[in-house]
């Protein structure tokens, strides 16, 4: 039995142990306090490392290539940033950089780091901090939006050439959901009761 | 699952905003700081400043929606002739032209959901400065929303980040961002910081003061 205070409307409720996979509701507000999940270190490794290697092709390879008679222009996440700053777009090219290439990546980097010392059973480093970090990073780390952008942008040019997906996008629709599982599958509870055992 | 029907303030109690653990708020001075045992976190039982610090980004979101939806957005300029389009002129476009579906999503995402964070916010201000009762699930529920909704909004810079390294074909097409994008993208930023900075506990606090 445990006390938690919901964070939306700050009633405090006394938690029983909980059965795999259910999730607490705050009375009051609905809000969910926390949900147990079956496994969280072993899936959150797993999909972790499945992002990784999604993410390395989703960034380096041309997501879009533009036919127009004999011109064949490419773009790339990494390229597409690169001709904003050649543009002296700087802000605007920062906040694609920040948004879909860094956070998202040190979101994994992160996970790992604070997940994979939980399963050995050892002590990283300044866990507490990065996994604040990292829980501050979620509404920040914005891949699904840019994947809509995608789309949208192959719509629009649709009409004035001929518009090839690259292999990026199918490695980006992929991360998409490989991330949210990989996220979902964090016990936010589970990590903060060990983290904080062993300081 | 119990609850004990009083709220952490009542009991004395704090809980960490970042790893909410529950612990006894401790007693400090003016100009001191509790910071949490587990996670080193500054313990506060509200958001600090929560409202007037909503307030401002909710204005300032708001003086910046002006110029990032009278501004163009996108100049394109196609053998010689150029064309400047603000957001409401793309959505018309793509109207025009066939997909209604993308004229939807664009209209959704940069014009109606920016304009009903700024209602929907002020709106929660507003009922808890004047101590509102009514209904504080429906509000509750109003906040989570526009907390998860407001990143979409950026969906349109997107676009316009990908057009324009995209068609770069010299004299043939070229398409160059204007000035309303970095404006645009200020307010989805901003109106997401102040969602983040409002307190919605604060919503609950008018009931507790009735019961006392």
Known sequence: MHQIACHECDLVHNIPPMPERAAARCIRCGCILFRSKPDSVNRTIAWTTAGLILYSVAVTYPFLAMKSGSIVQQTGLLSGIQQLYQQDLIPLATLVLLTCVLVPLLQMLGLLYIIIPLKLNIRAKFAIPVFRIFQHFKPWSMMEIYMLGILIALVKLGKMATIVPGLAVIAFGLLIFVLNFAISAVDTHMVWERLGDES | ?212
């Open chain 2, 1 to 212: 699952m119990k609850a004990t029907l009083a709220t952490a303030r009542q009991l004395g109690l704090v809980s960490c905003h970042d790893c909410h653990l529950l612990t006894h708020m401790p007693q400090i001075a003016r100009h001191q700081a509790a910071l949490c045992p587990r996670c080193g976190c500054e313990l506060h039982q509200r958001k600090p400043n929560s409202i007037i610090r909503t307030w401002a980004l909710v204005i300032t979101a708001m003086v910046f929606y002006v110029p990032a939806n009278v501004l163009p957005m996108t100049i394109t300029s196609a053998l010689g002739s150029t064309q400047a389009d603000t957001i409401m002129s793309g959505v018309i476009y793509f109207m025009h032209h066939g997909s209604w579906e993308i004229a939807l999503v664009i209209f959704t995402a940069s014009i109606f959901v920016p304009f009903m964070k700024f209602i929907i916010l002020i709106y929660l201000l507003l009922t808890v400065q004047f101590r509102s009762i009514k209904r504080p699930s429906d509000r509750t529920r109003l906040y989570r929303l526009t907390e998860a909704v407001g990143r979409w909004s950026m969906v349109d810079i997107y676009v316009v980040t990908i057009l324009i390294a995209l068609v770069k074909l010299g004299v043939l097409a070229n398409i160059e961002a204007g000035p309303a994008a970095i404006y645009f993208a200020s307010v989805v930023v901003i109106t997401m910081i102040a969602a983040e900075s409002f307190d919605p506990r604060l919503i609950w606090d008018a009931l507790e003061e009735q019961h006392e």
